[in-house]
């Protein structure tokens, strides 16, 4: 049997995923064969005359069987790409978003405007993408990441090695600051689960059906795990500590509420890439009480 070309390989890709009716079939279909092939979309049509061996033929085809069953693309290709870094990722955590990036700016900002973060902890680091590219991207400091999950946890340990910052991060299967209540740190980040009850009825079936509903759902308004977090936090930041958090852009009202209500002060609302408040920050006001203790 003739080899396919490339060509004709993105053409019928393109194909099966519209008939599956996915919204970019053909953006979908670059992705795939630029992955099966390791190169860009450039090279892709530069190459459109090669021919697909019978070997990538038949993974491609199994790519494309596993997006047309749902799977989200990211956990097809195995990879995703977030902020400076590539990352691994699969059912094992929630795939990396480019939302999450504004977490990312607001630290990075803190750290150019002068903060010193000698303790850092990423609380339910998931794939460990907050805490890689902050290790990659603040030079000294200690890094701590934590997750329920041990799967998370594995995962997270792999994308660290894969980045170079393995030896940077201690990773440690705990329920968000639980170990570290009398812990000093300089920043506490999270992006914790955050979609109501409500909301994640109305989710794509890709989502609901593929990633891990617990690193999703937080419960009736979403916000039983920012709780959690807005109040332990408190006592685990040293003296002016902030902390940076995300959440659901219909819940900036709210959290803004959690983080005056237990003590913090100087909070900050921050918009992610589509303009919507998605990232809060808050410091420690020593002179406040805890009130949520």
């Known amino acids: ?3 396919v070309s490339v060509k ?5 890709s393109a194909a099966a995923l519209d008939r599956a009716g996915l919204e970019k079939p053909l953006d979908e279909a670059e992705r795939l064969i630029c992955h099966l092939l390791d190169r860009d979309r450039a090279s ?3 190459e459109a005359g090669s021919p697909l061996c019978d070997k990538k033929s038949k993974t491609l085809q199994r790519m494309l069987q596993h997006r047309v069953e749902g799977f989200p693309l990211q956990y097809v290709t195995g990879r995703v790409g977030f902020y400076t870094c590539e990352f691994l990722t699969d059912s094992r955590a929630l795939i990396p978003r480019p939302d999450t990036e504004s977490v990312v700016d607001a630290v990075l900002d803190l750290a150019a405007g002068g903060m010193n973060f000698r303790r850092i902890v990423d609380v339910g680091t998931g794939s460990g993408n907050i805490a890689v590219v ?5 030079s000294s400091g200690e890094i701590w990441a934590t997750d329920l999950s041990a799967k998370a946890i594995s995962l997270a340990r792999e994308n660290a090695a894969l980045n170079g910052v393995d030896g940077r991060i201690r990773f440690l299967i705990a329920d968000l600051l639980e170990p570290f209540a009398g812990g000093s740190f300089d920043l506490v980040v999270a992006n914790l689960p955050y979609v109501s009850d409500a909301e994640w009825q109305a989710l794509p079936r890709e989502i609901r059906d593929h990633e891990p509903p617990v690193a999703l759902r937080g419960g009736p308004d979403g916000l039983d795990m920012v709780r959690r977090v807005v109040r332990t936090a408190y006592g685990a930041l040293s003296e002016n500590g902030v902390v940076v958090l995300e959440f659901g852009h219909a819940q900036s009202g709210s959290v803004q509420a959690l983080l005056a209500a237990a003590g913090y002060g100087d909070i900050e609302l921050r918009r992610d890439i589509n303009g919507k408040p998605r990232v809060a920050v808050a410091f420690k006001d020593p002179a406040q009480p805890n009130k949520n203790r």
């Open 134 to 138: 902050l290790a990659r991207h603040i």
């Open 1 to 3: 049997m003739k080899p």
């Open 44 to 46: 892709l049509y530069l």
């Open 8 to 12: 004709a390989a993105l053409r019928s």
